[in-house]
């Protein structure tokens, strides 16, 4: 049982954590998309900033929750996975 809330936990922080970078450059994406005319003076530039701060502060539950359902199915393939029989076995 604990294998489980540590590959849950595992699987759960990497997804928020990828989603978190893929609502990120989305939205700088997006900024650039609708107001082009903006240039990237420097690596951290605005539109990266606030970006990140819209995907760590008004979508963060969003992120959270969703990765939370794709953690749990990730653990349960983890577990089901083992007991599929190989192709070869079947033949």
Not at 3 to 30: D, E, S
Not at 60 to 83: A, D, K, T, Y
Request: aromatic share 14%; with cysteine; charged share 15%.
């Amino acid at each position: 049982l604990a294998f489980v809330g540590v590959g849950l936990a595992y699987y759960w922080t990497y997804q928020v954590l990828c989603h978190v970078v893929q609502v990120t450059v989305a939205g700088v994406i997006g900024s650039w998309w609708f107001k082009p005319e903006t240039e990237a003076t420097s690596p951290c530039s605005k539109e990266l900033i606030s970006s990140f701060q819209r995907s760590t502060v008004l979508s963060f539950g969003s992120i959270c929750f969703g990765s939370l359902l794709v953690g749990i199915v990730q653990v349960i393939r983890q577990f089901v996975e083992p007991m599929r029989p190989n192709r070869d076995e079947t033949v």
